[in-house]
Each structure stands twice: as C-alpha cells, then as structure tokens.
C-alpha cells in the first residue's frame, strides 16, 4: 500500500526554468492538496483539489499551476522558477477535504540558483 | 498567515518523561489535528478532535481542547528516543484550507 507518492524527491533548478512536481494517491480519496514546507513557518498551502474535476488558491498560489489529471494524480507545475521557490513540497490527501486526517507524501526538496 | 502557533517551538526532555505541547489558533474551526514529522519525511497524522469534544486519547496520546481559549494541548506520556520529531497542530476552520502552525520541534534524550 503505497499511499502518497511524489516525484521527484529532489530536484534543482536555475532561475527561469520549469518543471512539474507529480503526485499519486492509490486511497481512492477525493480532496488533494500541495504545501510547501519553509524553515520556521510551517506548511502553507498553495492549491487543493475538493475532487475531481476542481482545483482552488491556497494561500501562496503565486507562481504555481495545478493539473488534476483524474482522482489519482494532482501535478504541481512552476513555469519560471524563482529562488524564492526553494523550498520543500509535500502533495497530500484526504478522503474529503480538512474533516478527515491527511495523508502526506515523502515530499520533494527544490533548490532553484 | 498562520492560524494555528505551537509552543514551546522546542522542547529538549528525557526518555521516560511527559512532553506538552500546546497551540493556540485564532478563529472558530470544525477540528484540530496533531501531526508528527520525523526529520527528512512527510507529516504523520496523529490524532483528530472535534470542535464538540474536550479530549481525545491514543496510546500514549493524549489531546485536550479548549475553544472558550481557542487552544489545545498534545501531552506524550512516558516519551521514548523515538518521539523525537517535530509536531504541527492543524486547524480547519471549515472548507479545504486546513492551516498548520510552525511547529514544536520535540528532543528526547536517551
């Protein structure tokens, strides 16, 4: 049972470049979401998925694209990577949005020069 | 911004002790959750306390809420080397937006 599963695990960019961040859950969950994960703050959210079919703003969406591909896979793509970027991200879900407990990815850890 | 605040933000004890961790959040919420991350992974989801409840226990888990003071305490009894992580408190205030705090980083000295 594999849960939540991100690719890739670690990664590093230059300033202007893109790339996708992908993300499967085999729980047959509805809700999905991307956090990253900055030293001393926490985890932020940047765009959720309720279900299939839709994706919304978190709180740092800036920068960021979402693809919802089907209800197993959630994509998170920077189309010009800034160091501000840098960061870890995490791709987690839940049966149905924050009623539920969340399950996380490995996360993936992004260094953007 | 950040709706839920852990305190202390660490927290250094030894194997056999109580550890509490508290959180303070700002607006009403349907739920709180505890999470634990060991260094390097992803969060692990520990317990969940409803709006409705007034404590909640796992194991060695145990969960207080209070929503009159928009706060709650995680207690780990008896800790051990392996508790050491760090642990998010997680509000919902109703939605999809969960909220983390910025965590208690927890040391447990064998």
């Known amino acids: 049972n594999a849960g939540v599963t991100q690719t890739p695990k670690f990664q590093v960019l230059k300033t202007g470049q893109s790339m996708t961040l992908q993300c499967a859950q085999d729980m047959n969950h509805n809700s999905m979401y991307w956090y990253r994960q900055d030293p001393g703050m926490g985890l932020r959210l940047i765009y959720y998925s309720a279900s299939e079919g839709t994706t919304d703003k978190g709180e740092v969406p800036n920068g960021y694209n979402v693809s919802r591909l089907n209800k197993r896979e959630f994509s998170l793509r920077l189309e010009s990577a800034a160091p501000s970027q840098t960061s870890v991200y995490f791709c987690a879900s839940s049966e149905v949005g924050g009623d539920t407990e969340a399950f996380f990815g490995q996360g993936t850890r992004l260094t953007v020069v | 911004s950040q709706q839920g605040e852990e305190d202390p933000q660490a927290l250094s004890i030894q194997e056999g002790e109580n550890a509490t961790m508290n959180c303070s959040y700002k607006t009403s919420i349907n739920n709180l959750q505890w999470y634990r991350q060991n260094s390097g992974r992803g969060l692990v989801h520990l317990i969940l306390?409803?709006?409705?409840?007034r404590e909640k226990h796992s194991g060695r888990l145990r969960v207080t809420l209070d929503t009159s003071k928009k706060s709650s305490s995680l207690l780990i009894t008896a800790s051990r080397a392996a508790d050491t992580a760090s642990y998010f408190c997680a509000t919902d205030p109703g939605g999809f937006k969960t909220i983390f705090g910025a965590g208690t980083r927890l040391f447990v000295k064998a």
């Open positions: 306390i409803r709006s409705n409840e």
